[in-house]
């Protein structure tokens, strides 16, 4: 049985660096219309609401050195870096996600770091700066635990419910709820790395720490901007 091509949407123009709109032309030129989902083998980046959407997730390969010691997770001003793309796979012992899949309101998801192959992670660990949970990458090419989960939250003051729509809508806010400890993902424009909390020559001066928030307000809002869409 043939599958249908995958189609890769506009919004890899401002996520990679390309000229314009021209170089992508011929591969978005026959995106269907459900192209505002965001869909299983998109590669995204998420901004963060609270903050003016300016900060945008995103990890390397430098670690914690507290807590846990693995890998950092902050949220930083550079929307172009590669560091952000997060590739959304199906979560742990859940069904098979196949590329261009538009994401269920509700499912469970892995986020897999592009650049170094960890999983967005979370666990009881304190957090540096709000004493909230780690969140951190963990694992090698996207295998780690259960602590890699997330649900999918919509959000109702974005019209999913009232709409009776099902689907993650690119660029609304949504909130991802770890299944391992309850808890939102979230940050603070507040709660950022300074000289003083972190060092003088900090190499993520004014990154916002990121964390699992227990409590369930506008500082768990992300929404999915820039990124590789796939679409069949």
């Not at 670690?63 to 693995?70: C, K, V």
């Not at 993520?204 to 990124?227: P, Q, T």
Request: hydrophobic letters at 35%; charged letters at 20%; one cysteine or more.
């Amino acid at each position: 049985m043939k599958t249908a091509p995958l189609c890769i949407a506009a919004a890899v123009v401002a996520s990679l660096g390309a000229a314009s709109a021209d170089d992508v032309a011929t591969e978005t030129a026959h995106c269907p219309t459900e192209e505002k989902y965001v869909t299983c083998g998109s590669a995204v980046k998420l901004a963060h609401v609270e903050s003016g959407g300016k900060y945008y997730l995103q990890s390397d390969e430098r670690q914690l050195q507290s807590g846990s010691g693995q890998q950092l997770v902050t949220a930083s001003q550079n929307n172009r870096a590669p560091k952000g793309l997060w590739q959304i796979r199906e979560g742990h012992d859940e069904a098979f996600c196949e590329a261009g899949t538009p994401v269920k309101c509700g499912q469970v998801l892995r986020f897999m770091h592009l650049e170094t192959g960890s999983n967005l992670h979370t666990h009881g660990i304190r957090s540096p700066l709000s004493n909230q949970h780690e969140v951190t990458g963990f694992g090698q090419d996207g295998e780690g635990d259960a602590g890699d989960d997330w649900r999918v939250v919509c959000d109702a003051s974005a019209g999913y419910f009232s709409g009776g729509a099902e689907y993650w809508i690119r660029e609304a806010p949504v909130q991802f709820k770890s299944i391992a400890t309850n808890r939102f993902l979230g940050a603070s424009s507040t709660v950022k790395f300074t000289e003083q909390n972190c060092g003088r020559g900090c190499p993520i001066m004014n990154h916002l720490e990121v964390f699992g928030r227990n409590s369930n307000d506008s500082y768990s809002h992300w929404k999915a901007d820039l990124g590789v869409h796939l679409y069949k």
